[in-house]
Each structure stands twice: as C-alpha cells, then as structure tokens.
C-alpha cells in the first residue's frame, strides 16, 4: 500500500501501522532525492495504528531537520489544524480544517478533525497554526463526511520507547 510519513527525529520516519502492515520492504521517497529503503522498525503498534522506522544507514537522505512536535495539551475544540499529505498519491497536498472533538480509543488520545483527507493521507502530519506537530493521521469513516482521526503526538511520545522490533528487509 502506500501512505504518508513525516520526520519525526533525525533518521527516524513516524507513519501509521497499517501503511507498512504486510510489507515485504518499505521505501521513502522525499522530493528531490533518490527513494530510500527503510529496513529498522523501531516501534510498531498495531493497537494505536504507530509505525516509527529507520534505515541501516541514516546518513541515506533522512538528515533533514525533522518536524517541531508538540504534545498538545492547549489545543482546543473549534482550534485550526492543518494536513499535508499525499492523498491519492498527490504529494505535498495541503489541507485545513478545525479540531471537531478529542477522543480516547485503545489507550490512545485521538483528535476528530474535519481537514479533508483521502486514502494515502495516512500517516501525514497535522499541524497547529504554529506549524508544530500535535498529531498523526490515521483514518476517516468512508461512510461520512469530515469524520478524520488523527493520533496525538502525547501519545506517540508515549509510545515511543516502546520494545524495538527490528526487521532486515
């Protein structure tokens, strides 16, 4: 399949577990360079749909500054919020939309946001108006309209250090 990632830390690429479930290898493509191969999970949590990867040598094109987080507590109901993801496939697509309600689903905090997204826009970062990272999408309900759901950066900080499962693909 494919989906969205961001950067999350030096080398490191935060995605959703359902992007990468079932994969054989999974590769990067950022505008500008050559796709990288990604070969390390670092964490992978199939209960709050959480991916966070590697490759064997970070050096590859993942040295960019990764994406300011913040956890989130003092984002409001009705507050911005904005997506950018590869819906379709079209990368580096911007959306925006309000942050509808703030959910608790299998331990994990979710924000209900109303930013349009489709299929492959999991895994995109969304963004206060400070350009910070407070959450993750996951998924939408395809039987409704701007039902989208996203994971709180609180939770995947939490999360984080979670027990590595490495992989070589």
Known sequence: GTGTGYLSSVGEIT???HVIEGAEWITVETPGSKPINLTHIISA???IDLAILTCA?????????PLLSNAGDEIKIGDPLYVIGSPRGLEQTLTEGILSAKRRQNNADLYQLSAPI??????SP????????????????????LLNFAISTKTMLAQRHGVPLNFIV
């Open 15 to 17: 995605t959703c577990y």
């Open 45 to 47: 949590q199939k209960d």
């Open 57 to 65: 040598d970070p050096t590859t094109g993942l040295l960019a500054k």
């Open 118 to 123: 489709s299929p492959g826009s999991s895994g």
């Open 126 to 145: 969304v963004f206060n108006r400070y350009g910070e990272v407070v959450g993750m999408v996951t998924g939408y309900l395809s039987d409704s309209q």
